[in-house]
């Protein structure tokens, strides 16, 4: 079966400090797409970043990045500079083979002032 | 754009009714799904549809019913509601899935 696996419940940095994310999963694709999405208490889910696992290169969008370690099915994400805004829950997924998106359990992220 | 649209945001049943939880988005999207979410367990897939006429089932389809006669909708119909189905659904729709999904806003079910 194919699975995400977010082994951080819950999570506490200061403000501005920078903070990582961990992510793995399992899959016996060699092309696939990975995301992290942020749930703040409004609800909503936003699309933070996505990573194409064909690319080598780690995808980059302003304060997020991630290490994509694609040999140890790996999609951390790190959040430099880290503000109150930033306090959410931050969800891995990835797509399946037969056109699913999948997600983990979630980290729960305190930003503290 | 509206993006993806669910209606109603809350709703309330009794044990054994039925309703319609309904999805639209005007994007032209193919891909849509609905997603329900519980504490800890993250969010989990209901059902999924690749295009107009088809649907297939995700984790946790039981209960729940889908159709999709149009791109636009995909309504989720709830057959005979449980205590078990009180939880928050999400839709969502992507043009390609690798650019991922637009969520809704959600719908809070409460069954009791």
């Known amino acids: 079966a194919q699975t995400v696996t977010q082994s951080q419940p819950e999570m506490s940095v200061q403000e501005a400090e920078t903070v990582t994310l961990s992510c793995t999963y399992d899959?016996?694709?060699?092309?696939?797409?990975l995301f992290w999405y942020k749930q703040p208490p409004s609800r909503q889910m936003i699309l933070v970043i996505r990573?194409?696992?064909?690319?080598?290169q780690n995808a980059t969008e302003n304060r997020f990045s991630v290490n994509f370690q694609k040999a140890a099915k790996s999609f951390s994400l790190k959040i430099s500079d880290s503000q109150l805004g930033d306090t959410a829950m931050y969800f891995c997924?990835?797509?399946?083979?037969?056109?699913?998106?999948?997600f983990g359990k979630g980290t729960r992220l305190h930003i503290l002032p | 754009n509206a993006g993806v649209t669910q209606t109603p945001k809350f709703q309330v049943l009794k044990t054994g009714q039925s309703m319609t939880l309904q999805c639209a988005q005007d994007?032209?999207?193919?891909?849509m799904s609905w997603y329900r979410q519980d504490p800890g367990m993250g969010l989990r897939l209901i059902h999924y549809?690749?295009?107009?006429?088809?649907?297939d089932q995700g984790e946790v389809p039981n209960g729940y019913n889908v159709s999709r006669s149009t791109t636009e909708d995909f309504p989720l119909r709830l057959l005979s509601a449980a205590p078990s189905q009180t939880s928050v659904y999400f839709c969502?729709?992507?043009?390609?899935?690798?650019?991922?999904?637009?969520f809704g806003s959600g719908t809070r079910l409460t069954v009791v």
């Open positions: 969502a729709s992507s043009y390609l899935l690798g650019y991922g999904y637009t």
């Open positions: 899959t016996s694709e060699s092309n696939y797409y």
């Open positions: 990573q194409e696992a064909y690319k080598q």
């Open positions: 997924a990835f797509i399946t083979r037969d056109d699913k998106i999948i």
């Open positions: 994007m032209n999207h193919e891909y």
């Open positions: 549809s690749v295009g107009a006429g088809i649907t």
